[in-house]
């Protein structure tokens, strides 16, 4: 019945920018938090950024003023725009959606979402 996708990866030099899109189908309404998570080879997958239903948002600090992140209305596109690539931020994205009312004010974890895209890749070169 859900279906998120991921799109907008590639490959791009330092100081680049992307922009991540999430497409999100049949997402409950009660769903309220989405997010975005990246994950590197043979590393723990971690939290990029997060959105509830009211605009809030949460960044993990090494993106702080370099990416962000926003939605439309109907939980239906998710967006992560990031600008100032850096190499340390090549990873496997991911999109997730958490079905509870409201995301976490200030922790980014992985184990909180319960539906997750299939990921799309950014390789940053320097």
């Known amino acids: 019945q859900v279906q998120l996708v991921e799109s907008g990866g590639g490959s791009v030099q330092a100081g680049g920018s992307l922009r991540l899109s999430c497409a999100a189908w049949?997402?409950?309404?009660?769903?309220?938090?989405l997010g975005w998570f990246r994950q590197r080879s043979e590393k723990e997958r971690e939290g990029v950024a997060t959105i509830d239903y009211r605009g809030l948002t949460l960044y993990t600090d090494s993106v702080k003023d370099r990416f962000t992140v926003s939605k439309v209305a109907g939980n239906n596109t998710l967006y992560l725009q990031m600008n100032n690539l850096e190499p340390e931020d090549t990873a496997m994205y991911y999109c997730?959606?958490?079905?509870?009312?409201?995301?976490?004010?200030?922790?980014?974890?992985?184990?909180?979402?319960?539906?997750w895209g299939q990921g799309t890749q950014v390789t940053v070169s320097s």
């Open positions: 997730a959606a958490r079905s509870e009312r409201f995301c976490s004010p200030n922790t980014l974890n992985p184990g909180d979402f319960n539906f």
């Open positions: 049949r997402i409950p309404v009660n769903w309220r938090c």
